[in-house]
């Protein structure tokens, strides 16, 4: 017993004497849980699918959840996706209540032209609401999708 005392006390009177008093003298080293030793070590399959969002998305700024993220990609392959090699983006100006900085966080969220606006549902609108600044009430912006109908045709 007295040699277990006189071992560990010298181990304290080294600390001591390499860090001082305010330090705390426990080694920060944790020893590695079963499952990160090679014994436990579980490989992951690289064969699963890489969870990407869409590529005309540029709402990094805009969106600050993953959920956010994965409600924009519904609300994307809901309305349609904008293929800047097939189409061209329709002046979103010319809806109500859409000035130039309303437009790029459009263009933003993946929105480019009157037949995506004209799909737009409640849930939605309300998507674009909660991630968009300064997104324009109802009263100031009517009916996008009305707007967006005539528009187009």
Request: charged share 30%; proline share 3%; net charge negative.
């Amino acid at each position: 017993m007295k040699t277990i005392l006189k071992a560990s006390g010298d181990r304290y009177k080294k600390l001591r004497a390499e860090h001082g008093d305010h330090v705390d003298h426990y080694s920060p080293v944790v020893r590695e849980p079963v499952a990160n030793t090679e014994a436990g070590f579980v490989k992951k399959d690289n064969s699963e699918e890489i969870n990407e969002h869409e590529e005309t998305v540029n709402a990094e700024g805009l969106l600050t959840s993953e959920v956010d993220r994965d409600r924009v990609d519904e609300m994307l392959s809901r309305i349609g996706v904008f293929d800047p090699a097939t189409e061209s983006a329709d002046d979103l100006q010319k809806l109500q209540g859409v000035g130039p900085l309303m437009e790029q966080r459009l263009h933003q969220m993946g929105i480019y032209t009157y037949g995506q606006v004209s799909r737009l549902t409640n849930e939605d609108i309300n998507l674009l609401d909660s991630t968009i600044e300064n997104f324009p009430i109802e009263e100031n912006r009517g009916d996008w999708r009305v707007q967006a109908n005539k528009l187009k045709n």
